[in-house]
Nanobody
Framework: QVQLVESGGRLVQVGASLRLSCAVS????????MGWFRQAPGKEREFVSA?????????HYANSVNCRFTISRDNTKNTAYLQLNGLKPEDTALYFC???????????????????WGQGTQVTVSS
C-alpha cells in the first residue's frame, strides 16, 4: 500500500544543482522519518541524509555531502526532498528515498531499518 516514487534525477555537469523529490502514497507520511541513500556502480549503498517526522525536523547528513545537500519535507504534500548543490562526479549514483516506520530508536543511517523504499532516480554528473 505504501509507495515511494523518486524523481528529479538528470544528467548534469560538474557544479550543477538538482532537486530530488520523493512522493509517498498510502500509509501515514507524517509519522515516518525519511532517509535518502545512494548507490554508485560497483559500490555499496550508502547513507546520504535523513529527516525526522517532527520534533523540530532533526536532520542528519553523511560527511561526504558536507554542506552541499539539504534534506527537507512537506507533510501537507506527503513529499520529501533532497536539494543537491555543487554536484561532483563522485555524486553520480542511483538515489533512493526510504521511509522509517519504527517508533523506537531511530537508526537513521542504517538502510536495513527502513521499511519502504522507492525505485531510485539516477543522478549522473559529467566532467
Amino acid at each position: 500500500q505504501v509507495q515511494l516514487v523518486e524523481s528529479g534525477g538528470r544528467l548534469v555537469q560538474v557544479g550543477a544543482s538538482l532537486r530530488l523529490s520523493c512522493a509517498v502514497s498510502g500509509g501515514t507520511f507524517e509519522s515516518y522519518a525519511m532517509g535518502w541513500f545512494r548507490q554508485a556502480p560497483g559500490k555499496e549503498r550508502e547513507f546520504v541524509s535523513a529527516i525526522a517526522q517532527r520534533e523540530g525536523y532533526i536532520k542528519h547528513y553523511a560527511n561526504s555531502v558536507n554542506c552541499r545537500f539539504t534534506i527537507s519535507r512537506d507533510n501537507t504534500k506527503n513529499t520529501a526532498y533532497l536539494q543537491l548543490n555543487g554536484l561532483k562526479p563522485e555524486d553520480t549514483a542511483l538515489y533512493f528515498c526510504a521511509a522509517y516506520t519504527n517508533k523506537g530508536r531511530w537508526w537513521y543511517d542504517v538502510e536495513g531499518r527502513y521499511e519502504y523504499w522507492g525505485q531510485g532516480t539516477q543522478v549522473t554528473v559529467s566532467s
